[in-house]
């Protein structure tokens, strides 16, 4: 059975620090995507992450993806406090194509502090 | 906004009763798929369906049931309510399996079961 973890679950940061956010997932998996969720609201895609290596950047975030390790991070440089939300990631639970059956993880509570 | 619609916004219900979920997909995304997020945790997965048939299916009794139709709009059905299906309830939309694609959600149904 599929599982993803996160850690921390809960990070509380002051506004222009840096952070990584880990996500490690059990089985072999090449598609890893991250969400953001606001309270009370659905989520946002972030990233979709499709091979070993691969990393993407938008604004303050960063995300990469090790498929031998089964880890993914997610980097914040210089956070600032619109960047406050819940941070899932999610692995396809196939392997060598697309199913969009996501196993999310627990996710990351963000609180940035200015 | 990413072009995938629920309803209703929010839902009140007794135990015992049946509910009724709707999602309409992104226009050209024929695979929806529905997740079940209680409070403070992450979606899990309950199915999905790709032309009308379901494909796949997460470890949800079957009181949980669906329908695809065939303008790719979809429908949540859960029998015979239980306090524990108090949660947000997210449909996603995708196109073609295999193909390099995200899935984007909907905005969620709010259930409350008493």
């Known amino acids: ?114 | 906004e990413t072009g995938v619609t629920q309803s209703p916004t929010h839902l009140i219900k007794t135990r015992g009763q049946q509910v009724t979920l709707r999602c309409s997909s992104q226009s050209g995304h024929n695979t929806v798929s529905w997740y079940q997020q209680a409070l403070g945790q992450g979606p899990q997965f309950i199915f999905q369906y790709y032309r009308e048939e379901e494909n796949g299916r997460g470890n949800f009794p079957p009181r949980f049931s669906g329908l695809q139709f065939p303008n790719y709009s979809s429908e949540l059905n859960v029998n015979a309510l239980e306090l524990d299906d108090s949660a947000l309830y997210l449909c996603a939309s995708s196109t073609t399996q295999g193909v390099q694609e995200t899935q984007y959600f909907g905005p969620g149904t709010r259930l409350l079961v008493l």
């Open chain 1, 1 to 114: 059975e599929l599982k993803v973890e996160q850690n921390p679950l809960f990070l509380s940061m002051q506004e222009g620090k840096n952070y990584t956010i880990y996500c490690n997932y059990s089985t072999t998996s090449d598609r890893l995507y991250w969400y953001r969720q606001d309270p009370g609201k659905s989520l946002e895609s972030l990233f979709v992450l499709l091979s070993n290596g691969a990393v993407k950047q938008e604004g303050r975030l960063m995300a990469s993806l090790d498929t031998k390790a089964r880890l993914s991070t997610l980097h914040i440089t210089a956070a600032v406090h619109d960047l406050s939300a819940t941070y899932f990631c999610a692995v396809d639970g196939s392997y060598g194509g697309a199913t969009n059956k996501l196993i999310f993880g627990t996710g990351t509570l963000l609180a940035v502090q200015p």
